[in-house]
């Protein structure tokens, strides 16, 4: 008897044990897969497996619980990785493709929510479409609101129950009443854009559905009425304020994770006002109240190095005369040259590199030593001439590495003749190919 109820338990057991398993291509460009289960503001570390030949299995432990799942492929992570839906119950099989993302053979609620976003975007873009050829057919634009309010429906009334229903009702796009002209559409899709969801649900907290939606509120709910960059950035803003006051309430660290989403889309585009704005205004505090120090160094150091900004000081001695690059006024350009004596990609890339830059004559060269010591570059730093040279003893913990955030060398930075960072070469290459436009 003792041992029939063994049994049963462990049966039981790896019953309660769910996978996902499946494809990746191209399959020899990724050896790893790591599931992370998304939690409002944060991820949790749930397993992870080799890919092996593009295919993997990854089993969850019994106490996974039912949530959105991140699947990391590569790195940088927050870059390589794609979301499935895992209701508790069901195993989970697909296909992903790095071009076209993942399909699923096996895993209802995942295949339900691939085809209802496929459907309803194709149905969203038959509106956008009608305004783009400039439409007149009311008949054709009724048809198009039947469609989408039967479609929405449909997929709601045959999804209760399961976790894909909460991304459903939330998604429910604005679908008129009636036939809009497009500048009315366009008005009433921003007014009503929070409609359907709450930035409270839990359930949605804990996936990448709301900060997608957030990130697509502030960056397209914009009318053709704005034509530059800085009418743009204003109307930007604006939507930033609207989305703060829907997130009242909300978790300091959730509302920190939107913020910081919202920032990292506004630097990447170079969108410096509302980057700064974001941080200033919203995100500096948010990390100071989660005690989330490295958001602050790191958002920090990005603005002290991205383009357009002032470099940072550097002062070296040349004999017995101190300079200072902010004072250097004798070239249209500037190259700083992060590199070290004892890095054998340094001594390989800077000789060639040395006799090329002789070629431009507006430009100076400030090459900056990352050493332990002065010896070997004393012997290194004479076969460059021409080259103003700085050591930074210390090498990685010197100031200049952390000014610059230097992690390898040879690192370039290109300066205008204001000092201003226009160009962050990745090799030598590059470097004179910027040069030579």
């Known amino acids: 008897m003792k041992q029939t109820l063994l049994l049963f338990f462990l049966s039981f057991i790896v019953q309660a044990q769910h996978k996902i398993s499946g494809t990746i291509t191209p399959a020899n460009d990724y050896t790893w897969v790591i599931a992370y289960r998304i939690m409002p503001g944060t991820q949790a570390y749930i397993a992870d497996t080799a890919v092996n030949n593009g295919k993997f299995t990854l089993t969850l432990p019994t106490s996974a619980e039912p949530g959105t799942y991140r699947l990391v492929y590569a790195v940088p992570q927050e870059q390589f990785y794609f979301d499935v839906l895992y209701d508790g119950k069901e195993d989970i099989q697909l296909s992903f493709d790095a071009q076209t993302g993942p399909s699923y053979s096996a895993s209802e ?24 050829e400039g439409g007149s057919d009311t008949a054709a634009y009724k048809k198009m609101i039947l469609q989408s309010n039967q479609a929405q429906a449909a997929y709601e009334e045959s999804t209760k129950g399961m976790m894909v229903h ?14 809009e002209s497009s500048e009315v559409y366009w008005q009433h899709k921003k007014d009503h ?28 709910a914009i009318t053709s009425a704005v034509k530059t960059k800085a009418e743009s950035e204003s109307v930007f803003r604006e ?16 509302q920190q ?20 704005a974001i941080f200033e205004h919203y995100l500096k505090s948010l990390a100071k109240s989660t005690n989330n120090q490295k958001i602050i160094d790191d958002i920090d150091m990005h603005n002290r190095l991205r383009f357009g900004a002032t470099a940072p000081e550097i002062i070296w001695q040349e004999g017995t005369e101190t300079k200072k690059l902010s004072e250097l006024e004798d070239a249209d350009c500037y190259v700083l040259i992060f590199w070290s004596s004892t890095c054998s990609h340094c001594l390989s890339e800077l000789p060639p590199l040395h006799k090329k830059m002789a070629s431009f004559k507006d430009v100076k060269v400030i090459a900056v030593g990352m050493e332990d010591d002065d010896t070997t570059w ?32 040879p690192t370039y930075f290109v300066l205008d003749k204001n000092k201003h960072i226009i160009a962050k070469p990745e090799d030598d290459k590059a470097l004179v190919q910027f040069l030579s436009r």
């Open 193 to 220: 854009y929070f409609d359907h969801f709450d930035l409270k649900n839990p359930v949605l907290q804990a996936s990448g559905f709301l900060t997608d939606r957030v990130n697509g509120y502030v960056f397209t």
């Open 109 to 132: 609620e995942n295949k339900i929510y691939v085809s209802y976003f496929k459907e309803i975007t194709g149905l969203k873009q038959l509106f956008i479409n009608f305004y783009q």
């Open 239 to 254: 939507n930033i304020k609207t989305v703060n006051e829907k997130l009242q309430g909300t978790d300091p660290l959730f």
């Open 166 to 179: 909460e991304f459903i009702v939330a998604n429910r796009p604005y679908i008129p009443k009636d036939y």
């Open 378 to 409: 004393k012997l290194e730093s004479a076969k460059l001439s021409g080259f103003d040279h700085a050591i930074a003893l210390g090498k990685w913990e010197n100031k200049y590495a952390k000014s610059y955030a230097i992690s390898q060398t």
């Open 257 to 276: 994770h939107v913020f910081y989403g919202l920032w990292t889309k506004a630097a990447s585009y170079g969108y410096d006002d509302t980057s700064d």
